[in-house]
């Protein structure tokens, strides 16, 4: 399909329901952006999935307001591939005996990956060393190739918690991390997608493993920023609406245990739970 640019736009602008990256004059359709508040998946009694808004303790859709403890909460997005950054906090590499990178470091987590708020996740059988790494989710808005950093913003959907469990056993003797990052339920996903304006640039990622803190630190201590994320990314690969980008881990990284609670919580986006087992 061949498309006519109008030369009066600028890179990264919106004309109708395309967006326009003047980098490589490639276009893709995209949906139309909207004003949303946190948006929340769920199953109500009836079995039926809905899309909702949560706010404070209840969660409404259309004109019917539900208990969030008697929904099922889904993943907030459906996304085709996880991207994931590893190594975006100074001090996470350091107790990783490993160096600060020069460019953001990218694997993929399959949609099998992802699980949602209130899921209890089955730990690789037979692996010792299964740890929880707490991370800020970007969920992405529209299909996009080739995004110049300073035109980031207007992909974005907005921002989620996330648990990037990892199985180092495997993951530090292969190159490829499928076994080690890849496996069912590797990525906790949730409980909402919170609009961007709501997540401070200072946002604080907490994480509580049976209600003790055991990371705790800023998006401000990124090594590489969302914008710049974005950018790499999108020169190699297409983002499509609904895919994540998870962007790194601070230090404190740990095992998991049959039987675990953890909780993610970041600032402006709300709390993340899930168990785990080995069963």
Same mark, same amino acid.
């Given at each position: 399909?061949?498309?006519?640019?109008?030369?009066?736009?600028?890179?990264?602008a919106?004309?109708s329901?395309?967006?326009?990256?003047?980098?490589?004059?490639?276009?893709?359709?995209?949906?139309?952006?909207?004003?949303?508040?946190?948006h929340?998946?769920?199953?109500?009694?009836?079995g039926y999935i809905?899309?909702?808004l949560w706010? =404070?303790?209840?969660?409404?859709?259309?004109? =019917?307001?539900?208990?969030?403890?008697?929904?099922?909460?889904?993943? $907030?997005t459906?996304?085709?591939?996880?991207?994931?950054?590893g190594?975006?906090?100074?001090?996470?590499?350091?107790?990783?005996?490993m160096?600060? $990178?020069?460019?953001?470091l990218?694997?993929l987590?399959? $949609?099998?990956?992802?699980?949602?708020h209130?899921?209890t996740?089955?730990?690789?059988?037979?692996?010792?060393?299964?740890?929880?790494?707490a991370?800020?989710?970007?969920?992405?808005? &529209?299909?996009?190739?080739n995004v110049?950093?300073? =035109?980031a913003?207007?992909?974005?959907?907005?921002?989620?918690?996330?648990?990037?469990?990892?199985?180092r056993?495997?993951?530090m003797?292969?190159?490829?991390?499928? &076994?080690?990052?890849a496996?069912?339920?590797s990525?906790p996903?949730?409980?909402?997608?919170a609009?961007?304006?709501?997540?401070?640039d200072?946002a604080?990622?907490?994480l509580?493993?049976?209600?003790?803190?055991?990371? &705790?630190?800023?998006?401000s201590e990124f090594?590489?920023s969302?914008p710049?994320?974005?950018?790499e990314?999108?020169?190699y690969?297409?983002l499509? $609406?609904?895919?994540?980008?998870?962007?790194?881990?601070?230090a404190?990284?740990?095992?998991?245990? =049959?039987?675990?609670?953890v909780?993610v919580?970041?600032e402006g986006?709300?709390?993340?739970k899930?168990?785990?087992?080995?069963?």
């Amino acid at each position: 399909m061949t498309i006519d640019i109008d030369p009066t736009l600028k890179d990264g602008a919106f004309s109708s329901n395309l967006y326009i990256s003047a980098a490589t004059v490639t276009v893709f359709s995209a949906a139309q952006n909207s004003e949303y508040m946190s948006h929340v998946r769920f199953r109500d009694a009836a079995g039926y999935i809905r899309d909702g808004l949560w706010t =404070d303790n209840s969660i409404t859709f259309a004109a =019917d307001t539900y208990d969030p403890t008697e929904v099922d909460i889904l993943p $907030p997005t459906e996304p085709t591939k996880v991207v994931c950054v590893g190594l975006n906090y100074a001090d996470h590499a350091e107790e990783s005996g490993m160096e600060i $990178p020069n460019r953001p470091l990218l694997f993929l987590k399959p $949609p099998n990956s992802v699980a949602g708020h209130g899921d209890t996740v089955t730990l690789p059988a037979g692996k010792e060393q299964v740890e929880y790494e707490a991370e800020l989710g970007v969920v992405i808005g &529209r299909q996009c190739r080739n995004v110049a950093a300073a =035109d980031a913003e207007a992909v974005i959907k907005g921002y989620t918690c996330v648990n990037d469990i990892s199985n180092r056993d495997d993951q530090m003797i292969e190159q490829n991390w499928i &076994r080690g990052k890849a496996f069912d339920g590797s990525a906790p996903i949730g409980p909402v997608v919170a609009p961007p304006e709501a997540v401070p640039d200072d946002a604080t990622v907490e994480l509580r493993l049976n209600g003790e803190v055991k990371q &705790r630190s800023s998006r401000s201590e990124f090594i590489f920023s969302v914008p710049e994320i974005i950018e790499e990314i999108t020169a190699y690969l297409t983002l499509e $609406p609904g895919d994540v980008i998870i962007t790194g881990t601070p230090a404190g990284v740990g095992p998991l245990s =049959d039987g675990d609670q953890v909780e993610v919580e970041i600032e402006g986006i709300g709390t993340l739970k899930h168990d785990v087992t080995t069963d």
